[in-house]
């Protein structure tokens, strides 16, 4: 099994996951991940980037979770001063971007959805580090793919450790508000106590799908922090 210190996450977490992490599936999951790099083959989120969110978000700072499937696949090319270079668009973190790149359909419907509602001001970029800063954990289902092999690391076993973190966020903390968009994130909703926590669902925001854009689900992820006497979750990225 893996020793705890080479596994690159905040050491809350490793509090938080260690039964998971000291687990053979976990231990499978590493395997795969690290053949996968040892042949060459190129991996989105770069490698540094494969646990940001949790970086960025410790378990006692989490007010919100947002839901993904997988990261990005792909890496679009972007103009700088030494001429073209290739950005991937996977960072770690559900639906975000890095700078300078612009937001992905998915993501151009949630900032739609958040200046309908919430007086949201839409960025030109795709960045959402700052919500991780702010509270929101931005999960994926699956940690990382293959560069353009779209769910190529599905039988990894990474859905095992979201659940887990789904799992454990629900057991040890109150009043976190859980964003299930669409069907495959809508099934999480059985990992997590209903009585303890807020779970808004909604089509997934993908151009593809229809009716997260006006879904009013950040009117009601605010409504909730206000009955619980919260502070509302600020969405602006400027």
Not at 54 to 69: A, C, E, N, S, Y
Not at 106 to 132: M, Q
Not at 174 to 183: D, K, T
Not at 191 to 203: D, Y
């Amino acid at each position: 099994m893996a020793n705890l210190d080479s596994i690159k996450l905040p050491n809350q977490w490793k509090v938080l996951l260690r039964g998971f992490l000291e687990s053979q599936t976990f231990e499978n999951i590493r395997t795969a991940y690290l053949t996968e790099l040892k042949t060459g083959k190129t991996l989105y989120p770069p490698p540094s980037m494969l646990f940001k969110t949790f970086f960025l978000t410790l378990p006692k700072d989490v007010k919100v979770v947002i839901l993904g499937q997988d990261p990005y696949h792909g890496a679009i090319n972007v103009t700088c001063k030494d001429g073209l270079k290739l950005v991937p668009q996977a960072m770690g973190l559900s639906f975000s971007v890095p700078k300078p790149l612009p937001p992905p359909p998915s993501l151009k419907n949630i900032y739609t959805e958040l200046a309908r509602t919430c007086g949201f001001i839409p960025p030109d970029h795709g960045d959402l580090s700052v919500w991780g800063e702010r509270g929101v954990l931005l999960l994926n289902a699956i940690l990382s793919v293959e560069a353009n092999k779209p769910a190529s690391h599905k039988g990894f076993g990474w859905e095992s450790f979201s659940d887990e973190v789904i799992k454990v966020l629900s057991e040890n903390f109150e009043g976190i508000v859980f964003m299930l968009w669409g069907n495959y994130a809508k099934k999480k909703a059985s990992l997590i106590n209903q009585s303890k926590h807020c779970i808004l669902t909604a089509p997934h925001p993908s151009p593809l799908a229809r009716g997260f854009v006006g879904s009013d689900v950040f009117l009601k992820a605010k409504q909730y922090w206000l009955s619980c006497q919260k502070e509302p979750l600020d969405w602006n990225l400027e």
